[in-house]
């Protein structure tokens, strides 16, 4: 096949899974063009609907905006795809004085690196799709509201555990959609049963349980971090509605009025492609939307049984009180340079 | 001679349907005689959102009412009583274990895991008082539970041995007729029973049996053995029941906010008070 048929055939979704251990790329698999049927070659569960289930990575090689520098350009080529993702899992991490190098946090050891591991690869310049690639600006009322969020709680980080954040109260990780790509572990699990399709994030062993027969949503009081999903299947693909949402989760600066759409179908045997839409009318303009690979790992997830290990926590606080006793301003980030 | 081959079949049914009886199981379970519907897969459909409706959470045991932890709570916190589901009503302690319950016992409303929102361990996840919700396929069926998102996920296609210790273990899962056997391994020491101080060591391995017994209710058994802890097996059993309300639905239960002033109230700040956005 010419490289100029190859080109355009994965052009609309020149979506690839990269072992970097395996120390060779996978080809990119020779996709057919948005609209064309694809029902020959995905494979279903018994029950008759698309099979999307198994472990996978959102780990990516993908920035979620586009670098500044390459302007409109949404697509490399499979070429400058392949030198960017080359160039993006040999970067060496940060060395200054407070890095996880400084205090020999060594991730490697742990195989925890981006390259010891699969990620997703794509021929987009970032997850963030349009010509842009970029987030939209917030409105500025919403501005207003994350500036007096930010300092009211200056001077306070380390009151108690509610002004330590989510992640570090061990309460909530990202397991609420949209997926984006976590650090280490970025692993889900997709799950399929009778009228069901569950998404497991490992961190913090999260499970969205999704009805797909596009059912009506909670009352709008019901609020979760995870947010309320109704799916239904639009020929081979799973589409997910997501409401209810608290405030608390925050992507990118939302809030509770947070409306994500997903789309997710198979790609190839290796990777699934993953699409969102993201609506937030008291924070964006318009919405917006992103696309990324979900490349498929052997599994199985780990269990993070984040509270029961939490020793983060308790250190922390502990620390900030010793350095108060000892009329000190407790502020753990002047130590790492910000 | 056609009378007599009667009446003797006629007293084999009634003698197993009082053995049956006498063991606390109906004769229908005993029987295999209910057929569960099936999965498109040819297997018993398990799919569903299921409950305990039992006091095993508190006592496993049978055991009477007690006062719960707070006076200003009361009633609503006292301890309910429970015929208990311990086949036989007797945990098997080995001397030293015995004297641990106990000490574990007296001290319940401190160091029952349960009250930090720590993870449940099994069998203790499929009795709690929050419903938990079964995905199932040729591959994995997915153990999801209200509380505190925990989640299991038993391999159906190649059971394989667990790697390291965890907190709800390492599940491998088979069909034997009409029933999901499932064998857990790698459990780890740090969780309870139940409310009472009902404990085990890491040596811990559980076999659960699930079989539908109606449409909407599952028979649940689970075999404990743990030769560190216990002189012999034991077994639980109970039924598991199908949220059947056309709005049932795993709702979002994140408790490890609410034991937070009880984990680090005594680090905070002086001056500031619990959280007041904790669940919202």
Redesign the interface.
């Known amino acids: 096949m010419s490289n100029r048929l190859i080109a355009s055939a994965i052009a609309l979704t020149g979506l690839v899974a990269v072992s970097a251990l395996a120390q060779t790329q996978s080809k990119p698999a020779l996709l057919a063009k948005e609209g064309a049927s694809k029902t020959a070659a995905a494979p279903k569960?018994?029950?008759?609907v698309p099979d999307l289930?198994?472990f996978y990575t959102t780990s990516t090689t993908v920035p979620f905006e586009r670098p500044k520098d390459l302007g409109a350009k949404e697509f490399f080529t499979p070429e400058e795809a392949a030198a960017y993702t080359k160039k993006s899992l040999a970067a060496k991490a940060p060395t200054g004085p407070g890095t996880y190098a400084d205090v020999h946090y060594d991730m490697a050891q742990f195989g925890l690196e981006k390259d010891q591991n699969k990620v997703g690869t794509s021929i987009r310049t970032s997850i963030v799709t349009g010509p842009e690639g970029r987030v939209p600006p917030q409105l500025p009322a919403a501005r207003q509201r994350a500036a007096a969020k930010q300092a009211a709680n200056r001077g306070?980080e380390?009151?108690?555990?509610?002004n330590r954040g989510l992640p570090e109260?061990?309460?909530?990780w990202n397991g609420a959609p949209p997926m984006t790509s976590g650090g280490y572990n970025s692993n889900i699990?997709i799950?399929?049963?009778?009228?069901?399709v569950?998404i497991?994030s490992e961190m913090?062993?999260?499970?969205r349980?999704i009805p797909t027969d596009n059912s009506a949503h909670?009352p709008s009081s019901?609020?979760?971090?995870?947010g309320d999903g109704r799916g239904h299947w639009e020929g081979d693909t799973l589409v997910i509605d997501t409401t209810n949402f608290?405030d608390?989760s925050s992507f990118r600066g939302s809030d509770e009025n947070l409306h994500v759409v997903e789309r997710i179908s198979r790609a190839n045997a290796d990777t699934l492609k993953y699409e969102f839409t993201v609506t937030d009318p008291t924070v964006w303009e318009k919405s917006w939307s992103g696309e990324m690979p979900l490349a498929k790992i052997d599994g199985?997830?780990?269990?993070y049984?984040?509270?029961?290990g939490?020793y983060g926590?308790?250190n922390n606080?502990?620390g900030?009180?010793a350095d108060?006793a000892k009329g000190k301003v407790p502020n753990g980030r002047a130590a790492l340079g910000e | 001679m056609q009378t007599r081959l009667r009446s003797l079949s006629l007293t084999k049914a009634l003698a197993t349907l009082a053995v049956a009886t006498l063991c606390g199981i109906p004769a229908a379970a005993q029987n295999a005689a209910y057929r569960a519907p099936r999965?498109?897969?040819g297997k018993p459909?398990l799919?569903g959102i299921w409950q305990a409706l039992n006091a095993a959470n508190w006592d496993i045991q049978a055991h009477g009412a007690s006062a719960g932890p707070s006076f200003a709570l009361a009633a609503d916190f006292a301890v309910p009583p429970g015929p208990g589901v311990v086949e036989g009503n007797d945990i098997p302690y080995l001397p030293a274990a015995l004297e641990q319950r106990k000490k574990n016992l007296a001290n319940r409303f401190k160091d029952d895991p349960e009250i930090?929102?720590?993870?449940p361990g099994v069998p203790r996840a499929n009795y709690m008082p929050y419903p938990f919700?079964?995905?199932?396929?040729?591959?994995?069926i997915?153990m999801?539970y209200e509380y505190a998102?925990?989640?299991r996920?038993v391999?159906m296609v190649k059971a394989s041995k667990a790697p390291?210790d965890?907190?709800?273990g390492w599940s491998n899962g088979h069909w034997e007729g009409e029933t999901l056997v499932v064998d857990v391994t790698g459990l780890n020491n740090?969780t309870w029973f139940d409310r009472s101080g009902n404990f085990h060591s890491d040596a811990l391995h559980v076999v659960e049996r699930y079989t539908m017994r109606s449409p909407d209710v599952m028979n649940y058994e689970a075999t404990i053995e743990d030769p560190k802890t216990f002189s012999r097996p034991w077994k639980i059993s109970m039924p598991l029941y199908r949220h059947v309300e056309k709005n049932a639905?795993?709702?979002?239960f994140?408790c490890?906010?609410f034991?937070?002033e009880l984990?680090?109230g005594s680090?905070?700040?002086k001056g500031?008070g619990?959280?007041a956005?904790?669940g919202?």
């Open positions: 569960t018994p029950e008759g289930s198994g306070h380390f009151d108690g555990p509610e109260q061990c309460i909530y699990q799950s399929q049963g009778k009228g069901y569950a497991t913090i062993h999260e499970t349980i909670l019901m609020k979760m971090l995870l608290s608390r199985p997830l780990f269990e049984a984040c509270t029961e939490n926590m308790p606080l502990s900030a009180r108060e | 999965t498109a897969d459909d799919n930090k929102c720590y993870l919700q079964i995905i199932q396929s040729q591959k994995n997915l999801a998102n925990a989640v996920n391999d390291v965890s907190w709800m740090k639905q795993i709702l979002e994140k490890v906010e034991a937070e984990l680090y680090l905070r700040k500031t619990p959280n956005n904790a919202k």
